[in-house]
């Protein structure tokens, strides 16, 4: 870095000093010497990796839920009109498909339902505080 004749600036700060938002970032030499006006407008994005993954759990149990209304309906609709054989292979074909999504959508809701658990489990854990022994 030092030697790199295109060396141009740099600047460090320590993670959990990071905001969210745009920022102004002074710049220094490769001596660490403040560079008058030169600093870069950056955007920093900080993400719970956990939260977005619950977010994305949420949404795909809606979808799942949504996806079984939907072939829910169909389902009634054609075991109503079984009376030629496209009737019944598009019946079976949407049946096969409520049991898959209402599956994956167990699935779905019981994992989420243990992440739940083990959350509330950590937070009476934090509460309790360390143990007097």
Known sequence: MFSDPNFLAQATF???GLKSGFRSVP???SYSEDLELASLLVHISITNVKEADDEEMYSSIQQLRDRTT??????ILYESRRSDAASVT???QR???LEDAQEQ???LTA???ERLRER???RKHQQKGPSKY
Not at 70 to 75: F, N, W
Request: glycine residues 0%; hydrophobic residues 30%.
């Open 14 to 16: 320590p993670v959990r």
């Open 27 to 29: 710049l220094q030499s």
């Open 70 to 75: 939907e072939l829910q309906s169909q389902v």
């Open 90 to 92: 598009r019946y079976e």
């Open 95 to 97: 049946l096969r498909e």
């Open 105 to 107: 959508l167990m699935e």
């Open 111 to 113: 994992t989420r339902s």
């Open 120 to 122: 509330e489990q950590a």
